[in-house]
Every structure is written in C-alpha cells, then in structure tokens.
C-alpha cells in the first residue's frame, strides 16, 4: 500500500488540490496531509515512512535529512512548474522520480497566446476603444484573419509546443526557432524550423515562449526589433527579461508594430512611468497566463494521473531528470 504525503503548505494545497483529487489519491494509498508549514520539522513529520510525496510552491529541497525518515520514497510530484527549489543531490542519488506540472501551466500559457493573437489580429483593441469613444467600423480594413499569415513561434517547449497545435486549427505557415530543437522534431510538432533572424523577418505574428536564461536575455532589442515586419504582433507570455523594455518602446514610438501583448515584464510591476504604459497599442495583462482560479485544480488531476501512470509502469508525461533540469531556467 502506498503511502502518499501532501508536504505542500495549506494556502498551496487548497490553491492545487480539491476534494476529488484527495478521494482519488485515497484510491491509490493512505493519504498524510502536511497540517504544518513547510519548515523541515512539519515536512518530516507529514513525509515519514511515504513512498510518494506531493510539494508545490513554497517548498524546500528535499535533502538527506529528510529523505532519513522517508527512505522508501521512490516519487515526487511537483504540484507546481519549476523542480528546482525541491531536488537536491541526495533526491537524485537516490534514484527518487520527479514529475512536474508544468505541462500543465503552460496549457494556459498557450492558451493565453492564443488569445492575444486572436485579439490583435481582428483589432479587438483597438475597435474597443473606438466604440467606446463614439465611433463603429473606423478602421475595420485593418483586420486581418488567421489565413495566410506567418506565425514565429520562439522555443519549442510545452507552451510553445502547446501554441503550435493550437495554429494548427488555423490556415497558416507556423516557423520555429529553438536551438534545441532538431528540424525533424519540430516537422512533427507541425513547424518548420529556421534561424532566429529569418523567424523575426518573415513572420506576422511572434509568440514567445523561451525559458529566462542568460542567452535570452534581451534577445529581443534595438537590433532584432528592427528585422521585424513594420505591421507586426509581438506576443510575450513567457518572460519579460526577454525584450529590452526601452529598446521596444522607442521601436514602436516611431510607428513599428501593429500590436505588442506582453503578459510579463520586467520587473514585475512595470514602474508606473514605464513609457509601454503610454502605447495605446502596447496590451498588458498582469502575469494573468498559466492555470488561473478554477484552471489552478487541473494541477490537482495531473499530479494523480503522474502517479498512475508511475505506479501502472506507463510513460510519465511530465519526468524531469538531472540531466534535463541543468538546461531548464
């Protein structure tokens, strides 16, 4: 019989985790909910003698200490994105699984892109405030339909991955940069990859979807903002690091870009006298992308099929292994 310990805080567990994905967890082994913090003592406390334990945001690595009481754990599940704050060196000495959620955060991430280029592609925007302000089609040449366009999709990772299936519904070209990315694995995503700088000249509509390390950094600049097509969307769902906030503002000032939609900035706030702020034609929303509300419990689902599928000796959909973590933001 299982022993499954919830070592997540309260405010986490009620955020993840509903009444269903406890009774079905019941299904599985003996359920211990961590009734403390997640300082070591309470983490030990709920996690004795578990082979399987469930952590999420707030959590600290698991370590040798311990990984003393709970010596035949054999899996964790990350009720959250990133694995980082939760491994340690003694976890993965041990041979202990780790799956994470993050396959399912970024459904809502690529869902919020979708949204975005939906919106600035028929001018939501902008035909919003011009009925609000009195006037009704002004500008309604200006719409353009998802057919014939050319989407840049930047890094291939479960959002951006996510994203390409969802253009898939639509008649377009969809092109690919990630370096880690052979051409026959984005064919079969549905993409065609190509070089950063032919994306950036070619495409319609670029979506970010890059992890924030130091080689994406302000990857999009003065430099790169030029390539792009005058009348282009920029998508940013990923991380605000990624653009050179000023670079963008003073490229668009000078009447470049049709749109930008940036979910994330950086830093998060933008400062109140953030010149983006003054582009009617620059959309932000507040980091709001990913599992929200109600979507947070699908979180809660994922983590009790990770375990089925471990415990059924299936393939995991979500595993992340040292060697895989080392290349992750």
């Not at 406890?22 to 983490?43: A, F, M, Y």
């Not at 000032?253 to 953030?274: F, I, M, Q, R, S």
Request: hydrophobic share 40%; glycine share 8%; proline share 3%.
């Amino acid at each position: 019989m299982e022993k499954i310990a919830l070592i997540l805080n309260s405010g986490c567990r009620n955020m993840v985790i509903n009444e269903k994905t406890i009774k079905r967890l019941e299904k599985i082994g003996t359920v211990v909910i961590n009734e403390g913090g997640t300082d070591k003592e309470s983490v030990k406390k709920a996690i004795a003698g578990a082979t399987i334990a469930i952590t999420s945001w707030g959590n600290e690595p698991i370590d040798e200490d311990i990984l003393a009481v709970c010596p035949d754990l054999k899996l964790v599940v990350h009720a959250a994105g990133s694995v980082k704050p939760i491994v340690s060196d003694a976890l993965w000495d041990k041979g202990i699984r780790v799956c994470t959620s993050a396959n399912v955060l970024s459904t809502g991430v690529s869902e919020t892109a979708l949204g975005f280029t939906i919106a600035a592609s028929k001018n939501f925007f902008f035909h919003n405030e011009n009925i609000h302000n009195g006037g009704w089609a002004e500008g309604k040449e200006n719409i353009r339909e998802l057919y014939d366009l050319t989407i840049g999709v930047v890094s291939g990772g479960w959002a951006g991955r996510h994203y390409i299936e969802l253009m898939h519904a639509f008649d377009v070209d969809i092109v690919l940069y990630d370096p880690f990315v052979s051409d026959e694995k984005a064919e079969e995503m549905g993409a065609r990859k190509i070089s950063f700088e032919e994306l950036l000249t070619i495409s319609d509509i670029i979506s970010i979807h890059a992890p924030s390390i130091p080689e994406t950094y302000h990857m999009f600049n003065k430099d790169t903002l030029a390539l792009m097509k005058k009348d282009a969307v920029l998508i940013n769902t990923s991380r605000g690091s990624l653009i050179d906030e000023q670079a963008l503002y003073e490229h668009m000032k000078a009447g470049n870009l049709k749109y930008t939609c940036l979910d994330v900035t950086d830093p998060e706030p933008p400062a109140l006298d953030n010149p983006l702020r003054s582009l009617s034609n620059c959309i932000m929303t507040p980091h709001l992308a990913g599992q929200a509300n109600n979507g947070l419990k699908k979180i809660g689902q994922n983590v009790c099929e990770e375990i089925e599928r471990v415990l059924a000796g299936e393939k995991t959909v979500c595993e992340v292994t040292k060697e895989m973590l080392a290349k992750m933001a």
